[in-house]
């Protein structure tokens, strides 16, 4: 990227690159995202940023004010809540609706991905190595939905709750770690036998025992 020209650089590569880097935490929840910082960081003109950073709107991971600037998705309390309670209906619907569709291959990924998450679960837990295979399994197992739109509903909510995710790994006992597992083995079980009943109850499941973990009135979290 270096020894190419600003204007050489698309929007889509700076959208995809600055992505990477808010959902592998380097760019926290709540930190300002200058236009002219970005540019310089992508070697890229002021225009390819501004496209970015409006992709990014959309899909949950930045939040714009017209006259202020633009920062990394951050949400309170109470936006944290609803949320989740939000994935708790919608994710659930999703997978229903993906059950049908999803072809073998995809299938036996799903179980590739269950042996590789337990494997991050060793003395020395690899949280990133995590946060990326967790996140590919359950996208994954919506990826059969037809409707657009129901997708980009639970991509977006995925994407305005990564860094939580990120803290309930990293608080997580060890008893935590072995209930998690068994949850997407569940999900799991319910897809391979085309039983999107089963399947969703387990992902409601799977949903609220985050939310419930997360929600601790003397945290400070959210402030």
Request: proline share 4%.
């Amino acid at each position: 990227m270096l020894g190419e020209l600003p204007s050489a650089i698309s929007g889509q590569r700076v959208a995809d690159e600055l992505r990477r880097l808010i959902l592998e935490g380097e760019f926290k929840p709540g930190q300002r995202l200058g236009q002219e910082m970005l540019a310089d960081r992508f070697n890229a003109s002021r225009m390819p940023v501004r496209e970015a950073l409006r992709q990014l709107e959309a899909e949950g991971l930045v939040s714009i004010v017209p006259h202020s600037g633009t920062w990394v998705a951050k949400l309170d309390a109470f936006e944290f809540d609803q949320t989740y309670k939000m994935r708790e209906v919608v994710e659930p619907l999703a997978v229903r609706e993906s059950i049908p569709n999803l072809s073998d291959a995809q299938i036996d990924r799903l179980g590739e991905l269950v042996e590789e998450i337990d494997a991050t679960a060793g003395p020395h837990r690899d949280v990133e190595g995590f946060l990326r295979l967790d996140r590919e399994f359950h996208l994954l197992t919506y990826a059969g939905v037809r409707h657009q739109p129901l997708l980009d509903l639970v991509l977006r909510q995925w994407n305005t709750t990564q860094h939580y995710r990120r803290l309930l790994v990293h608080r997580q006992s060890v008893e935590d770690v072995v209930a998690t597992n068994l949850d997407h083995a569940l999900i799991l079980d319910g897809i391979r036998r085309r039983d999107p009943e089963s399947a969703a109850a387990m992902v409601h499941l799977h949903i609220r025992r985050t939310r419930n973990t997360l929600v601790d009135p003397t945290d400070d979290t959210f402030v």
